[in-house]
Nanobody, 127 residues
Framework: EVQLAESGGGVVQARGSLRLSCSYS????????IGWFRQAPGKEREALAS????????YYTDSAKGRFTITSDNANNTVYLQMNELRPEDTAVYYC????????????????????YGRGTQVTISS
């Protein structure tokens, strides 16, 4: 059984930084993708970034490019999302999700394409 768990959320002042962690277990093979999403109150869930466990390829949406960085520590089964220059509009619940198989450009940004989900971690940016 695949399990994912986010950690690292909290309250940070605007322009600060935060690093979220997604610890996972249970994948059978080495080819899978882990992605980060977020959902702000009253808004739809949006994709941020995703990374391939197999070769480290990563993709970002425009919301994440330039300020967020996704990395993978394969030895410790953890994917990180480093977030810099945070803004009040980054306030949201942040989720990680995973699916078996290669990181595919047209698939990675779709929440419903993932098979496994964490419960989320709250990030609040104060102005």
């Amino acid at each position: 059984e695949v399990q994912l768990a986010e950690s690292g959320g909290g309250v940070v002042q605007a322009r600060g930084s935060l690093r979220l962690s997604c610890s996972y277990s249970g994948f059978t093979f080495d080819d899978y993708a882990i992605g980060w999403f977020r959902q702000a109150p009253g808004k739809e869930r949006e994709a941020l970034a995703s990374i391939s466990r197999k070769d480290g390829t990563s993709y970002y949406t425009d919301s994440a490019k330039g300020r967020f960085t996704i990395t993978s520590d394969n030895a410790n089964n953890t994917v990180y999302l480093q977030m810099n220059e945070l803004r009040p509009e980054d306030t949201a619940v942040y989720y990680c999700a995973g699916y078996d198989g290669p990181l595919i450009y047209r698939r990675w940004a779709l929440w419903t394409e993932y098979d496994y989900y964490g419960r989320g971690t709250q990030v609040t940016i104060s102005s």
